[in-house]
């Protein structure tokens, strides 16, 4: 079965129908749950993203350090644990610096927008089963509802708001690009994000978290939905502006984006908000596509599923959690920024069509599974067969000439949309204004400067030749 490796236990739900057969699908019971209860939860989880944030700062340089073949964070606290809350200390009593030139108000809100969207997400993650807390069977999840995944999509785009506000309040040149940058990503990157999970819709048959989890009783979704979970991966780098996908925040090129106005704690505000969402992003994934809370197998199997029930399912769910985490930090010591043009082409030319594409091979697959009688081993076979053909056929399609560039390069105005943007290849800028003049100046400058030698010369020779102070009258009769 090609679920072996990740089965775990307990009723399997409708989505499944179409892949293994299944039952019925119980969504999270809160119930029980008190306004305490509740209360527990909600703190219980703004310490573990806070303390998360700290891990993930001290976790990140350790990693890029040991590739880098450096030590990392070793002097404060043991193996340098406390390097991240000493950094925390810094910006909390660093001077805070306003802009004079901002809109005072949104300048200010904006860092508290980001970090409240990245805040909202984890409230509908489930981090395990019904336990017992102080005397109440409860699921360890704050809360759920039929169309929480749309939640947390609308919680994540909310969050870019902090980000485009802060660019745009600042009253700067580089922060606007910055806020303008980061518009245009989240609206390409969301796309194809949402996109990406309406396979696990199909599949799981419900939007709620807690039942999506439920569905991955026999096998995880990013196995049959490996293409999916590519695009989403991809998708969720972008989204959180990582590396290659900082185009936002470009040290390089925008010194540092929408955040170069920022000191103290607004810009750890906008920090604390990019680390909390790569545990939102990364929870999102375990959630939808690696099991949830679920032990993976052979751990599954043990004592008829001992290890899915009571507290042990947070062990796993945190360990998968970090494994995502640990991906972020590896791609970032190992690719470089992508340019601004190629991370637009390929958000809109490359993850778009493909999820599009998918979505629709998934959807072809599960009707005629529901309304047919064709084997599902018969049906792939048939799709991988047809898959094989297409790419066949692809490698006979001549490649496209690139058309011949003009000898003379096009002079391109980069103010011409009102705002700056680069030269593409085969394009040159206009001779600058400023260089004209700078090249008038000194050449008159150069004339003044040969005029006055002249004149030098001139007195240097009366003084030797007395005679030359009066023209002759052939000279004047020349002159006039």
Do not use: C
């Not at 751990?299 to 995502?324: R, T």
């Amino acid at each position: 079965m090609i679920g072996a490796g990740v089965m775990g236990s307990g009723p399997t739900g409708p989505g499944v129908l179409g892949l293994v057969g299944g039952g019925e699908v119980l969504p999270a019971d809160f119930s029980n749950d008190t306004w305490w209860i509740v209360l527990i939860k909600a703190v219980g989880i703004i310490v573990f993203l806070l303390t998360s944030v700290l891990i993930a700062i001290w976790f990140e340089r350790k990693v890029v350090a040991r590739m880098q073949v450096r030590p990392g964070p070793n002097v404060h606290g043991p193996f340098g644990l406390l390097q991240s809350l000493a950094d925390a200390m810094k910006l909390l009593v660093k001077e805070d610096m306003n802009v004079k030139a901002a809109d005072k108000v949104v300048y200010i809100v904006a860092p508290m927008i980001s970090v409240f969207a990245s805040l909202l997400i984890f409230a509908v993650i489930p981090l395990g089963p019904a336990v017992n807390m102080f005397g109440v069977i409860t699921p360890l999840q704050l809360t759920d509802f039929p169309v929480a995944v749309l939640y947390i999509l609308a919680a994540a785009s909310f969050g870019v708001y902090g980000i485009v506000l802060g660019g745009w309040s600042s009253g700067s040149t580089y922060p606007l690009l910055g806020a303008v940058r980061s518009t245009a990503q989240v609206i390409s990157y969301e796309l194809a994000m949402g996109l990406s999970l309406v396979s696990v819709f199909l599949l799981a048959g419900s939007m709620s978290t807690s039942q999506i989890v439920q569905s991955q009783t026999t096998i995880w979704w990013f196995l049959p939905l490996l293409p999916a979970f590519v695009i989403y991966f991809i998708s969720m780098v972008g989204e959180v502006n990582r590396l290659p996908f900082d185009l936002p925040e470009a040290e390089g090129e925008l010194v540092s984006g929408f955040m170069t106005e920022y000191s103290s704690m607004k810009f750890a505000w906008f920090f604390l908000a990019e680390y909390i969402n790569m545990l939102n992003v990364s929870a999102i994934a375990t959630t939808l596509f690696f099991g949830g809370w679920r032990a993976p197998w052979p751990i599954s199997a043990i004592n008829d599923g001992m290890f899915n029930e009571g507290w042990w399912p947070v062990l796993w769910f945190l360990a998968k959690l970090w494994f995502f985490m640990f991906l972020f930090v590896w791609i970032r010591g190992t690719l470089l920024r992508f340019r601004y043009d190629q991370f637009m082409s390929f958000g809109w030319k490359v993850l778009i069509p493909v999820a599009l594409a998918w979505i629709v091979a998934v959807a072809v697959i599960q009707g005629v599974r529901q309304f047919t009688d064709v084997d599902l081993t018969t049906l792939l076979i048939g799709l991988g067969v047809l898959a094989v053909l297409v790419i066949a056929v692809t490698f006979l399609i001549p490649e496209r000439k690139e058309p011949a560039r003009p000898a003379e390069p096009e002079v391109f105005d980069p103010y011409a949309g009102g705002y700056p943007v680069p030269p593409m290849p085969g394009q040159v800028l206009p001779p600058s204004p400023r260089r004209a003049r700078l090249a008038a100046q000194h050449a008159t400058t150069a004339g003044t400067g040969a005029t006055a030698s002249t004149g030098t010369l001139t007195a240097a020779g009366t003084a030797e030749h007395p005679t030359d102070q009066h023209p002759t009258e052939a000279e004047e009769e020349s002159r006039g």
